[in-house]
């Protein structure tokens, strides 16, 4: 069973940056496809970035294009989501997603992921 936990979300301003981590353990972590995903109070989970399992490949949601990037560390087990330039919108709880199928058409979509973090929160203040 794959264990995710989330961690490096906390409170920024405007134009600012944090790096949000993700350690996995109870499998192999170089054969997980993985994915960030996040929620705002109100609204409903939404596809923020997505890696393949060897960090070859990348995608990113339109509204965080050109500002966030997601990359991994297989050695380290462990995903990040680097965060530039944020703004109040980016408010929500990140969660990290995995899945040790091949989602990668269709990594957008959060039921193609069967293990999820708790989540952590960021808050961007304007």
């Known amino acids: 069973q794959v264990q995710l936990v989330e961690s490096g979300g906390g409170l920024v301003q405007a134009g600012g940056s944090l790096r949000l981590s993700c350690a996995a353990s109870?499998?192999?972590?170089?054969?997980?496809?993985m994915g960030w995903f996040r929620q705002a109070p109100g609204k409903e989970r939404e596809f923020v970035a997505a890696?393949?399992?060897?960090?070859?490949?990348?995608n990113y949601g339109d509204s965080v294009k050109g500002r966030f990037t997601i990359s991994r560390d297989n050695a380290k087990n462990t995903m990040y989501l680097q965060m530039d330039s944020l703004k109040p919108e980016d408010t929500a709880v990140y969660y990290c997603?995995?899945?040790?199928?091949?989602?990668?058409?269709?990594?957008?979509?959060?039921?193609?992921?069967?293990?999820w973090g708790q989540g952590t929160q960021v808050t961007v203040s304007s």
């Open positions: 997603a995995a899945d040790v199928r091949n989602n990668w058409r269709s990594n957008w979509r959060s039921s193609e992921y069967n293990y």
């Open positions: 109870g499998g192999t972590f170089s054969s997980l496809y």
């Open positions: 890696i393949t399992r060897g960090g070859t490949y990348t």
